[in-house]
């Protein structure tokens, strides 16, 4: 038995397969991705946002640079971002996690490397605060957040 591929369609399922392919690409990671990314992460701070700069934006998202003070008054650092205006931009599909940080706010932040991406953002609870100075294994990683372990029953 002899299987005739006339070319046009073979050409059409490869252009579908790589339209889903690409797709696939950009859908949201498992969870594990989120959380290896803020393990792994080199800056882990608590600190206070000082400056948010916008460094380019598209119909899509918008980048930031935000800058941060650490609480306990060492030098000041910086990571980037990406946030998400809905009143103008397109939500995108994918992976991206978006934040929306604002000057003054007391934060945990853990940003992949020196003046690279913020991996996750989390308002600093006395909590939270308490829980990273005395006990970080009771923290949890979520998608771009840092939280505390919940009581066990």
Known sequence: MRIHVRPKRLA????????????TAWAVLPPYVY???????????MAVIQQVVLESSSEY?????VTFRPVDGGEAFSGRCAT???????????GEIYYQPVPG??????IDMPGGNITSLSPLTPELKFAIENA????????????????KP
């Open 35 to 45: 959380k290896e990314r803020i393990q792994n992460s080199q800056v882990k701070v």
């Open 105 to 110: 706010h007391r934060v945990y932040v853990t």
């Open 84 to 94: 998400f205006d809905d009143s103008w931009q397109k939500m995108m599909m994918g």
């Open 61 to 65: 998202l918008s980048r930031l640079v």
């Open 12 to 23: 059409a399922v490869a252009a579908l397969a790589m339209i889903l392919t690409a797709a």
């Open 136 to 151: 970080p294994n009771t923290l949890i990683y979520g998608m771009g957040r840092v939280y505390l372990e919940k009581p």
